[in-house]
C-alpha cells in the first residue's frame, strides 16, 4: 500500500473529533463518519489515526468500514459524476446514461478512474425531476441527459 | 450462589444460574455437539457468537429450537437434546455450512482432527442437498502460518484468541454477508501485520482454514541429501504432548520414544534443547544478577525489572507494541537459537566440518519459531543458525509417515554432547518454569549457599498472572508471571507507568506456556490436556539427578572448553541479540 501523507490541518480536525467524542471506542462509527467528511474518503492512514485515537485495533477499524457500504477506502475523483437513480430519473432512461458513462471512463459504481481524474455514483432522488434524467458533475448540474450526451459532458472536463 | 434445577433428557440437573444448557448438560455427561462455541476454562477465553446453530435443543413449552450454547437454564426448564426434530434441525444446519465449504477432506492439513469433519462424521452427512455459489478469498502465506480462508465457517474463534486473549488484535471480521470472513486490516498478509505467530489462532480454528507452514518436506530433503549431517533438537514441552499424536493419554511423558523415533527417522545427532535451555539460564541469570547487583549499589539508570526472552511470539509483541521499552528485555537468545548458535560453531568444530554442512533441525511446540529461525540476525553469511524449524504435530506426521509403531518403541536417550540436561531445563515448557529454574541457578551465584529446596511451588500454577518473592539469603527478589499476551500487556502497561515493583518478570505468549504452544496437538477446547502436559513436565523434573542448570557437566564444559565465562565477551557474540522497533508508523 503506498504510503499517502495526510494533510496536517485535517488531521487535527480529526483529532479535534475524537477528543469531542472522549476517545470512545463505541463512537467509532461516528468517528468513522466524521472522518469521511473530512477527507472525502477513508485511506489506510486514515483508519490507522482513528485506530489510535480511540484505542482500538486497525483490523477492527476495518472490519467496519468493509462491513458499511457507505465508507469507502477510495478518493472520489477531481470530477465527481452522480447519476440520479430516482424514479423519474430511472423511467426515462438514467441506467443507460450510467452504462454509457461506466463505458466511457471503463470503471464500476464507486470507483475512481486511475488517472483520478472522475469517479462514478449513484443518487437518489435529487429534487429535479422536472430535468430528468439528472446528472451532476461536481458543482454542475445537467438535465435531460441521454446516453448521445455523456461523450460531450466529458469532453468538457479533459 | 442462586440455584436453578432443570431436567435435561429426562435426567435432572442442578446448576448455578447464568449457567448456559450447553455447560449444565455436561455436568452429567451429555455433550452437545457444538462449532462455532469454545471455552477454555480458566484461560479467559469464550467464543460464543452462537451463529452456527449446530448445538441447538428443544425446550418443552418454546416454539423455536434453543441454541445451547448461548440459552441460559431456566427454574423448572425441561431440554431434550436429542429428539428428531433436534437432530433433523441439526443435520440441515451442517448441510447448510457445508454447502458453501470445499470438500477436501482427503488432502486437507486438518483432516482427522478437524471438528467439522467430525461433526459431519457424528450427523451421518452423506449428501448435501443445497447448492449454491461457494465463496472464495485470498490465501495467506506467512513463514509460520498458512489462512485458507475458503475453509473459513466464520466461527470466529480466532478472533477471540488473537483480539482478546492476546490482545494483539490483528484479526477481524470484514465485508458482510456472503463476503464476510475474518482478515486481517486491508487484507494484508499475516507477516506485514504485527501478528506475533503465537500460534493462537491456529490452536482453537476448528478447520482447516488455519495451519502451520508444513515444512516436513524440507526435513525429509536434509535427511536425503548425503552430503549433509542433520542434527535435531527437541524443545521441553514437545516430550509432554507427543504421545497425542498416538493415541496416547495427555501427560504421558515420551522422552525416550521421541529420541528412538529421530533416530529411525534417520537424524544423524539427536540432541535436545533442554541443554540450550540449561546455557540459557548460565545467560540471563548471570544477566539478571549483573543488573540486580548494581541496581542495589545505587546506579539509578539500570533496567529492572528483567522480562525473560526465550519466547519468539512475545519477542515480536513487545517489538510491535512496546517497542520504546525494547531494552528491557534479557539480550539471551531463546534456547532454539542459543543451540543453533553452538551447533554451528562449537559442535561444527568438534565434527571437522564447516557450519554450511549441517542442518539443524528444530522441532518445537511453537509456530512462532518458525519465524524465528527467519530472521536475519540468526543467521551467518546466509546461512541460518536453525535450517528448519517443525511443530510438534509435524513431527507426529512425519513418523505415521515413516510408518513407525510409536508406543512400542523403547526408550533411548539422546546423544553427547548437546543432549545432556538438567530438570531446571526441562521446566521451561510450562508457565512459571523458565524463571523458577532462573532463580535455582541465580540463588546459589548471589548467594554462594546451596538451595536445599528446588522446588519453588509459590511459582506454579495456571492463573495468567501470578506473583511471589522469593529469600535470597535476606534479600527479597519479587518476581511476576504471566502467560497469554493479554497478561503480558497488562504487566508491561504498569511498568510503563513506573508501578511495576518486580526485579524480574517472565512472559510466555501461549496460555500454559509452551504446553499450550500454536503448533502443539489440537487440545479441542479441553483444557485438562493443557494441566495433564503440565504435570507431567513437573513430574520429568522431579525424577532428573542434576536439577540445576549450572551443575551441567556439558554445560561447564562447554565454558570451559570454547565460551569462557557466562555474559563474557564470546558468549555476547553467540548467544546474545539485540531487538528492533517494529511499531507502525503513521504518515502525516
Ligand atoms: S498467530 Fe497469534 S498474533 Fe498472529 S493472528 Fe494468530 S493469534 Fe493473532
Ligand atoms: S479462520 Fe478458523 S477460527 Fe477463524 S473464523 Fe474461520 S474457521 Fe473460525
Ligand atoms: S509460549 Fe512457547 S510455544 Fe508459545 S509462542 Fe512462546 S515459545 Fe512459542
Ligand atoms: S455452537 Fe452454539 S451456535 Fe455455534
Redesign the interface.
Known sequence: ?A????P?NK?QELKDVCEKFNHDKGELINVLHAAQGIFGYLP??V???VA?QLN????????VV??YSFFTMIPKGEHPISICMGTACYVRGAEKVLDEFKRLLNVKVGETTPDGMFSVSCLRCVGACGLAPVVTVGEKVYGRVSPEDVKGILAEYK | MEIVKLTIDNKPVVVEKGTTILEAAKTIGVNIPSLCYMKLEDMDFENKPGGCRVCVVEVEGRRNLAPACKSEVTEGMVVNTHSVRVVNARRTVMELILSDHPAECLTCAKSGKCDLQTLAQDLGIREIRYEGEQSHYKGDESPAIIREMDKCIMCRRCETACNEVQTVGVLSGINRGFESVVATAFEMDLDHSACTYCGQCVAVCPTGALTERDSTNKVLDALMDPSKTVVVQTAPAVRAALGEEFGMEPGTLVTGKMASSLRKLGFDYVFDTDFAADLTIMEEGTELLGRLNKFLKGDKDVKLPILTSCCPAWVNFFEHNFPEMKEIPSTAKSPQQMFGAIAKTYFADQLKKKREDLVVVSVMPCLAKKYEVSRDEFKVNGDPDVNISISTRELGQMIRNANIDFAALTDEDFDRPLGESTGASVIFGTTGGVIEAAVRTAYEIQTGQELEKVDFHELRGMEGIREATIDFAGLPIRIGIAHGLGNARKLLEDIKAGKSEFHAIEIMACPGGCIGGGGQPYHHGNVEILKKRQQAIYAEDAGKTLRKSHDNPYIKKLYEEFLGEPCGHKSHDLLHTYYFDKKKKIEI
Request: glycine share 4%; hydrophobic share 50%; charged share 15%.
Open positions: 500500500m504510503n499517502i501523507k495526510l496536517a488531521v489506510a492512514e483508519q490507522e489515526l489510535d482500538v485495533s486497525i483490523a477492527h477499524v476495518y472490519g468493509s462491513f
